[in-house]
């Protein structure tokens, strides 16, 4: 399975963005995530969802960020709100049953 994500960019702190991860067969009931690595730093967790529907956060983007998934499109996304500079990184989803990963797709928070 492939996974392509988008939606990234260049965002002023405090604004909003929404990432968005395709798969390119069906994710079925598979844990999702998001993760991020910032420059000179180790990939971090962001945000999973597994096939219930529950969703677990870090503790740094808690009450900022939304998890959300559609199994018919086998896609998640990402909802980013009241970004700051701290959030930037190139942001990669994961499948957890095929351990998959996509390209990753860049968020940089400045003013």
């Known amino acids: 399975v492939q996974l392509v994500e988008g939606g990234g960019g260049l965002v002023q702190p405090g604004e909003s963005l929404t990432l968005t991860c395709i798969a390119s067969?069906?994710?079925?009931?598979?844990?999702m995530g998001w993760y991020r690595q910032a420059p000179g730093k180790q990939r971090e967790f962001v945000a999973r969802?597994?096939?219930?529907?529950?969703?677990d956060y870090s503790e740094s983007v808690k009450g900022r960020f939304t998890i959300a998934r559609n199994d018919a499109q086998n896609t998640i996304n990402l909802n980013m709100n009241s970004l700051k500079p701290d959030d930037t990184a190139l942001y990669y989803c994961?499948?957890?049953?095929?351990?998959?990963w996509g390209q990753g797709t860049q968020v940089t928070v400045s003013s």
């Open positions: 994961h499948l957890a049953f095929a351990d998959a």
């Open positions: 067969g069906s994710i079925g009931t598979s844990d």
């Open positions: 969802i597994d096939s219930n529907l529950r969703a």
